[in-house]
């Protein structure tokens, strides 16, 4: 069981970047110590640059290194990263065809105490809308560390929402990764719960458990990047088990379940159902207690999975 | 100091970066000509004389950059740029045309020698800083130029970059607020003054100075001032004329994006001589 902390994870996967290419920095807006990038600053000084409290100057300035020929690294809490530098990422990053790799953290419930002004349950819909944007959220810390390299690697600008606290692996060391292709955690043949990020992934293979109890054969996909979407992947899912369940932290207005269903609707008109934020604000309340008043959890997408096979069935 | 030939050949320079502005707007019929005209001296000393570019080779590595953080000034950079051998004097008649390379405001993937994409006012000064900060570690010699606008400069985030370039003593760093004392609505006074904006400057760090915009010569005397300092970024504010030098426009105040035919722009360009 892994338990370091996922923000650690991105640090040190960062260094490690960053002793091979020059070109990778740290940029932060006085949460270096939220994000866990201390490390970084005290191994590359000139390299990390904190920008205080100031979003906005935190995506230009990154747009200017990246100009410069940098690859810079700039994080935030997933509200400012999304809702607060909208235009600035738009423009000034995205826009302008540049390579800024911007990271939100504390994606959804896991803002918990911070509450509702913290709590982004938009910012991978407001980001869906950028285009040519690639928009990542990995599930455990190796496809952390993985999708992190791969962001590095990546030409044009990336999102990735970044759970900080510690969570169990769902990977073996070493499992390779590539953006826009998910990962089928276990295969089925009744219904397809596609999950994103470092809680719903996990509730999701909880879910398959409970469903299998149920006499149900779940399969399940951590879709780490929610854009570009692995619409072969959906595809040959949606035909292989006829219906589909949506898993996320974050509104399905705009975000997985939105996602997941633009394509079926054009392609392959499949039954879905959706677990996540329905049109609410967030508040503050335990990570575990916000899983429950949201829904956000393996009951609730085993509930959602056998009423939507059921009615598939009945509807057959 | 400029030679008096020096100075011919700039106010020349000028002289036809504000005929190709005029021609190029007026063909059009419409867009941003008095926040144009005003940096036309500014734009003529920079790519003139001070700034290390080669227009043969307009990534050079090593080049000074200049961001046009009022991006809709695009049409005189793109004039200074073509007048230099960018690219075609032709493709000036393009702007604003579907598919064209010179868009309304600056875009650093369509325009040969256009260094950072801007428009969306009050982001260029970070985008600067980033670039500053970036030549500074990389140990480069070289200067990041910036102009913004004196109604741009109501734009928060140019004072979240008015911080950062002094704490990190970006000294290759050279701004300019083009105090042409209009905006959009009316008067800067009337609408949203900036009060003693050079005061502002000086008051986060940086290292200031107040020059008439149209004054090559002490224009140019302030540029070496700033390239001697060595801890701090440089702003110099330029007194300006919104619509410098067409009397058919010149210190109007509904000249920020204006209306004009190809005639109207002739005979501009005819009283410039």
Redesign the interface.
């Known amino acids: 069981m892994e338990t370091k902390e996922m923000r650690a994870v991105y640090c040190d996967t960062l260094i490690e970047l960053a002793q091979a290419d020059d070109r990778i920095m740290v940029v932060e807006a006085d949460l270096m110590r939220a994000s866990g990038t201390m490390a970084f600053k005290q191994r590359f000084p000139?390299?990390a640059?904190d920008?205080?409290v100031?979003e906005?100057?935190l995506?230009?300035?990154?747009?200017?290194?990246?100009?410069?020929?940098?690859i810079?690294f700039a994080a935030t809490f997933g509200c400012f990263a999304s809702r607060r530098v909208f235009?600035?990422f738009f423009?000034?990053a995205n826009?302008?065809?540049l390579n800024v790799k911007l990271v939100g953290t504390d994606p959804g419930i896991s803002a918990a105490f911070n509450g509702g002004t913290h709590m982004p349950f938009e910012d991978i819909g407001l980001m869906r809308m950028i285009p040519g944007l690639t928009i990542i959220e990995p599930s455990d810390p190796v496809s952390l560390k993985a999708l992190v390299k791969a962001c590095a690697e990546h030409q044009g600008c990336t999102y990735m929402r970044l759970h900080r606290k510690a969570v169990p692996a769902l990977y073996e060391e070493g499992e390779s990764f590539t953006l826009g292709k998910g990962k089928v955690l276990g295969d089925g043949s009744d219904v397809t719960i596609i999950a994103l990020g470092a809680i719903m992934v996990g509730e999701a293979i909880k879910a398959r458990e409970l469903l299998k109890q149920k006499g149900l054969d779940a399969a399940v996909i951590d879709m780490h990047t929610v854009k570009p979407l692995d619409e072969e992947l959906v595809l040959s899912y949606a035909k292989k088990t006829g219906c589909i369940v949506t898993a996320e932290n974050h509104q399905t207005a705009g975000g997985l379940g939105s996602a997941v269903a633009n394509f079926l609707s054009q392609n392959y008109p499949t039954p879905m159902a959706m677990v996540g934020i329905h049109d609410e604000f967030g508040q503050v309340g335990t990570q575990s207690w916000l899983a429950e008043h949201y829904r956000l959890t393996a009951e609730e997408i085993t509930r959602k999975a056998l009423t939507l096979v059921q009615g598939t069935r009945r509807n057959a | 100091m400029l030679t008096s030939q020096q100075l011919r050949t700039l106010s020349d320079f000028a002289k036809e970066i504000r005929k190709k502005t005029l021609y190029t707007i007026g063909n059009l019929g419409v867009g941003h000509i008095g926040g144009a005209l005003s940096i036309a001296d500014l734009l003529a000393l920079l790519y003139g004389k001070v700034m290390h570019i080669d227009p043969a080779n307009p990534t050079w590595e090593d080049r000074d950059l200049l961001v046009l953080s009022k991006g809709h000034a695009g049409p005189a950079l793109y004039a200074t740029l073509a007048l230099k051998g960018f690219f075609p004097l032709s493709e000036l008649d393009t702007l604003n045309q579907g598919g064209t390379n010179l868009p309304s405001h600056c875009d650093r993937t369509k325009t040969v020698g256009i260094d950072m994409t801007t428009g969306s006012l009050g982001q260029g000064l970070s985008a600067a800083c980033g670039l500053a900060y970036a030549g500074k570690i990389d140990k480069k010699d070289r200067y990041v130029y910036a102009v913004i606008g004196d109604g741009e400069s109501q734009e928060g985030q140019n004072w979240e970059a008015a911080f950062f370039a002094a704490h990190y003593k970006l000294a290759n760093l050279i701004a300019f607020t083009d105090n042409n004392k209009m905006q959009i609505d009316g008067m800067t006074d009337d609408i949203m003054s900036l009060g003693d904006i050079e005061m502002k400057w000086k008051s986060f760090g940086w290292f200031t100075q107040r020059v008439d915009g149209h004054d090559l010569a002490a224009m140019d005397g302030a540029i070496q001032k700033a390239q001697e300092q060595s801890d701090k970024p440089s702003m110099i504010i330029l007194d300006t004329i919104k619509g410098k030098g067409a009397s058919f426009c010149e210190n109007k105040v509904t000249n920020h994006n204006m209306n004009f035919d190809l005639q109207t722009a002739k005979a501009a360009i005819a009283e410039l001589g």
């Open positions: 000139d390299r640059v920008v205080g100031a906005a100057n995506v230009g300035v990154s747009a200017g290194l990246s100009a410069a020929g940098k810079p235009d600035q423009i000034s826009y302008a065809r």
